[in-house]
């Protein structure tokens, strides 16, 4: 097996040479597989997953930045490529669901009533939390603001935003636990 640099592989796989790139799926396809099935899950879907890499790796070669490592480009590579497919398949299943919902509305309306009852117990728990474990809470889930700003805006240390979102979480896990 060829030992190369890094600069030696961007380079050969910069202009597409055969023997480089070869030379690069032998040596880091097995570490890319590992990385694969751990986010997919199914053998399969890995080597699909690191023939994707290794093919846009190929397809995109003058883009190649020489001063990344080689084997961090691929791990990345990896991970973005899984992702994709898993947010994907994620879109594909929503919409699946949104079909079988539309064909059989009896579906549906039961549905839409375990949303509502669940959404009631939510509520229920949220207003069995402390005063100011809830407006931290709320200041945080449902007005999206980060802890250092719920802390400035509170006058409290950031810490203590900290311990109100353990808190509550904890608190609301196991009271909607103990409803369902």
């Not at 290794?54 to 480009?73: Q, S, V």
């Not at 919902?101 to 839409?112: C, G, I, L, V, Y």
């Not at 509170?154 to 203590?160: E, F, H, K, V």
Request: hydrophobic fraction near 40%; glycine fraction near 2%; aromatic fraction near 6%.
């Amino acid at each position: 097996m060829l030992q190369l640099s890094n600069d030696e592989i961007v380079k050969g796989i910069r202009s597409r040479n055969k023997d480089v790139f070869e030379a690069v799926f032998k040596q880091f396809a097995p570490s890319m597989y590992n990385i694969a099935v751990k986010y997919v899950k199914n053998e399969d879907d890995a080597n699909d997953m690191v023939q994707d890499v290794f093919l846009n790796l190929w397809k995109g070669a003058e883009n190649l930045d020489e001063r990344a490592p080689i084997n961090h480009y691929l791990a990345r590579a990896t991970v973005n490529t899984c992702l994709n497919r898993i947010k994907k398949e994620q879109r594909q299943e929503v919409y699946a669901k949104e079909q079988l919902h539309r064909a059989n509305p009896a579906a549906d309306n039961h549905s839409q009533l375990e949303h509502k009852e669940l959404e009631a117990h939510y509520r229920s728990a949220l207003e069995k939390l402390p005063e100011q474990c809830r407006r931290v809470f709320e200041m945080s889930r449902l007005k999206g603001l980060s802890p250092a700003e719920i802390a400035e805006q509170l006058n409290i240390s950031i810490n203590t935003v900290y311990a109100h979102l353990t808190t509550a979480l904890k608190r609301l896990r196991v009271d909607l636990i103990n409803k369902s």
